[in-house]
C-alpha cells in the first residue's frame, strides 16, 4: 500500500522562492526543493498579518496556480486556526508550478501576494486514481472514468457516521477490509448532522446560525480520516450539508448563505482529495426546492474544480431533471431506500431509474441507497439479508446503463460499537458493532459482483429488456428479471432473481455466443453452452439467484 503525505510549504523557503523568481528562473528548470507526485497533495501554508473575528466570514484567499502547460487555476486557501491558512491542490501536470495568492484584505502582507513554487513529478503509484488519473465523465457520459480513460467501476460503502466517531486504528482496519472486499469508494458525512452532534472529541463542525463559526479542530481531526480513504485505495464520497428536515441538520435549517460558507470550506479543505462530493444529503430537491440547492452548487463549484458531484436524494425520488444541466452537477445520484414491498420493487425496476435515464443530456445513473443489510424492510419489518441486497444491486446496474451501486449495512453506516439500533432510527432494528457487521455476507457478494463485472466490458451494458420472451415481474415485481446488452450485440447479463427457466430473444445478439451462468453468493462460473437463434433456452441448478452471462465466443 502507498501513503501519501500531503507536501507542505511553510514561510521559511518562500524567501527563496521569491527570490528565485527575481532571478526569472525559467520554465522547465529546478526552481524549488519542495517536490509532489502527479495526482497527491500539494499543501502550502500562510501565516496571516492581522487577527480576525471570524475568519472564514472576515477574509477570503484565493491562490492561483500556473501550470507548466501555462494554464492556470484559482483555488481557495482555508483558515486553519489562529492566524494559519492553508492551501491543498492537486496538479494534474508534470514538471514546475508556480503558484500566488490573493487575499481580500489586501493590507494582510501575510496573505497578500505571496508566492511559490513546486515541481510535479510522475507518478509510481499502483493505486488506480493514481495511476490512471483523477475521475471524470466518460465521453458518451454514462459512466466514470479516469483520466487516461479507463472505467471505474463505482462500489462504495455507506459509512455515514464513520469518519466522525471511529477511533482511527479501528478506521485503517475498516478501511483495509473494504479494500481487500474490492470496493472502490466510501460514503460519508461531512458536517454534523441528526446522528451526531459532535465528533468522538467532542468538536463540532461549526457554532451560530446567521453568521457561523467554524470550528478547525473539528478538520484538523478529520483530515487523517479522508487521507486514509485515499491511501486504503478508495474514492472519498462526502455529504458534505445533511439536507432532510431538523433543525440538526445544517442542509435543511442554516440559511442559504450560511450553507454557502460552509460548504465552500470543506471544499477548499478537502477538494485536493480523491474525491466525489454529495453537495446534499437526503434531501427532497423536488420542483422549486432545487432552486436553492442550484445557488449553493454554483456558488462553491467552479470550472478549476475538477472533481465530480452530485446530490443524494431521499428515498425513491429523483432529482435528474431538476439538476441534469447544472454545470457542476455530473451523475443522476437516487435512493432506492429500505422499503421490502411491491411498490419499492416496482419503482426500483420498472420506474424512474428503468425509464428517465435515456433523458438528455445523458448522464450516469447510480444507486447510491438500495436497502442495508440486517436493516428493517420498512413495509413488513422483515431484515434484509444478502439476498434481498444482491438483488437490488444488479437491479440497479442493469435496468439502467451500467455505472456502479453503493453497498450498506446496519452497525456499518451508524459506526456501532456494540450492539444496538442506530440513533434516531430505531424502528431499522438492532445492528451488531462494526467489526462484526463488516463480514456480513451481503458485503462479501460485493466482492463477487465487483469481480463479475470486471471480468466483461460492463461500460458497455444498456438496459435490453426486449431480450426476454416473458417478464414475470410484470405480474410480481419481486421476480423482475433485469437485462442488458452492448451496443454490438457482443455482451449481454441477465439477472434472474429466482433462477428457473427463461427464453432469450437472441436475433438481436452477435452469432457465435456462448452461454455462463455465475454464482452471485460465492462467486463461482457454470458453462452453460452455446447460445441457439433465434431463442435459446436457459434453466438455472436451482431456485436461487443467478447471473446469465452470454458472450461472444469468436
Not at 465528533?199 to 479522508?226: M, S, V, W
Not at 457478494?445 to 426476454?468: G, N, R, V
Request: glycine share 8%; aromatic share 14%; proline share 6%.
Amino acid at each position: 500500500m502507498t501513503f501519501h503525505t500531503p507536501i507542505k510549504c511553510h514561510a521559511p523557503w518562500i524567501a527563496v522562492l521569491i527570490l528565485a523568481f527575481s532571478l526569472g528562473i525559467g520554465a522547465g528548470e529546478s526552481f524549488a526543493d519542495e517536490s509532489v507526485e502527479q495526482w497527491k497533495i500539494f499543501e502550502a501554508a500562510f501565516s496571516s498579518s492581522s487577527d480576525y473575528e471570524n475568519p472564514v466570514q472576515d477574509v477570503s484567499v484565493n491562490v492561483e496556480f500556473k501550470a507548466p502547460s501555462g494554464r492556470t487555476s484559482v483555488f481557495h486557501a482555508f483558515w486553519n486556526g489562529g492566524r494559519r491558512w492553508l492551501v491543498r491542490f492537486s496538479p494534474n501536470e508534470t514538471g514546475p508550478w508556480r503558484y500566488k495568492t490573493a487575499c481580500s484584505d489586501a493590507n494582510n502582507a501575510g496573505l497578500h501576494n505571496q508566492t511559490g513554487a513546486f515541481e510535479c513529478q510522475e507518478n509510481g503509484s499502483d493505486l488506480p486514481f493514481y495511476k490512471h488519473g483523477e475521475l471524470r465523465l466518460s465521453q458518451n457520459r454514462r459512466y466514470i472514468e479516469h483520466q487516461d480513460g479507463a472505467p471505474f467501476f463505482w462500489l462504495a460503502d455507506t459509512v455515514w457516521c464513520g469518519p466522525a466517531l471511529a477511533d482511527y486504528e479501528d478506521w485503517l482496519v475498516f478501511l483495509q477490509d473494504r479494500a481487500d472486499k474490492q470496493f472502490t469508494a466510501i460514503q460519508f458525512v461531512v458536517a454534523q448532522w441528526r446522528m451526531f452532534a459532535t465528533d468522538a472529541e467532542g468538536n463540532a463542525t461549526f457554532t451560530g446560525h446567521d453568521r457561523i463559526a467554524i470550528n478547525p479542530a473539528y478538520f484538523q481531526r478529520l483530515d487523517q480520516y479522508f487521507d486514509a480513504i485515499n491511501q486504503a485505495g478508495l474514492v472519498a464520497v462526502p455529504v458534505v450539508l445533511w439536507a432532510i428536515r431538523g433543525e440538526e441538520n445544517p442542509g435543511y435549517s442554516l440559511p442559504v448563505d450560511q450553507r454557502i460558507v460552509l460548504a465552500d470550506y470543506i471544499i477548499a479543505r478537502y477538494g485536493a482529495h480523491q474525491v466525489v462530493w454529495f453537495l446534499g444529503g437526503d434531501g427532497d430537491y423536488s420542483g422549486e426546492k432545487a432552486d436553492p440547492w442550484k445557488k449553493i452548487g454554483r456558488a462553491v463549484f467552479h470550472d478549476d474544480q475538477r472533481r465530480l458531484a452530485t446530490m443524494h436524494v431521499c428515498g425513491r425520488s429523483w432529482a435528474g431533471e431538476e439538476f441534469r444541466r447544472e454545470p457542476w452537477f455530473h451523475f443522476i445520484s437516487y435512493q432506492s431506500g429500505h422499503g421490502d414491498d411491491e411498490k419499492t420493487f416496482r419503482w426500483l425496476n420498472q420506474g424512474p431509474p428503468s425509464a428517465e435515464w435515456d433523458n438528455d443530456p445523458p448522464l450516469p445513473v447510480i444507486n447510491t441507497e438500495p436497502n442495508y443489510e440486517a436493516h428493517n424492510g420498512y413495509t413488513y419489518r422483515k431484515v434484509h439479508n444478502d439476498f434481498s441486497v444482491r438483488r437490488a444491486a444488479y437491479w440497479s446496474l442493469l435496468v439502467s446503463p451500467t455505472a456502479g451501486v453503493t453497498y450498506g449495512g446496519q452497525g456499518i453506516w451508524g459506526w456501532h460499537e456494540q450492539v444496538q439500533a442506530p440513533a434516531d432510527h430505531l424502528s431499522t432494528g438492532l445492528g451488531s458493532p462494526w467489526h462484526v457487521a463488516k463480514d456480513l455476507p451481503g458485503a462479501l457478494c460485493m466482492k463477487y459482483l465487483h469481480q463479475f463485472f470486471q471480468s466483461i466490458d460492463w461500460q458497455t451494458l444498456s438496459p435490453a429488456p426486449e431480450l426476454l420472451t416473458d417478464q414475470p415481474g410484470r405480474e410480481d415485481a419481486s421476480k423482475f428479471i433485469a437485462c442488458a446488452k452492448s451496443g454490438d450485440g457482443k455482451l449481454a447479463v441477465i439477472y434472474m432473481p429466482e433462477g428457473g427457466e427463461i427464453n432469450i430473444q437472441t436475433s438481436g445478439l452477435a452469432k457465435n455466443m456462448q452461454a455462463k451462468l455465475f454464482h452471485p453468493r460465492t462467486g463461482g462460473w457454470i458453462q452453460a453452452g452455446t447460445v441457439q437463434q433465434p431463442v435459446h433456452t436457459v434453466k438455472t441448478p436451482d431456485r436461487n439467484d443467478w447471473i446469465l452471462l452470454l458472450k461472444d465466443g469468436s
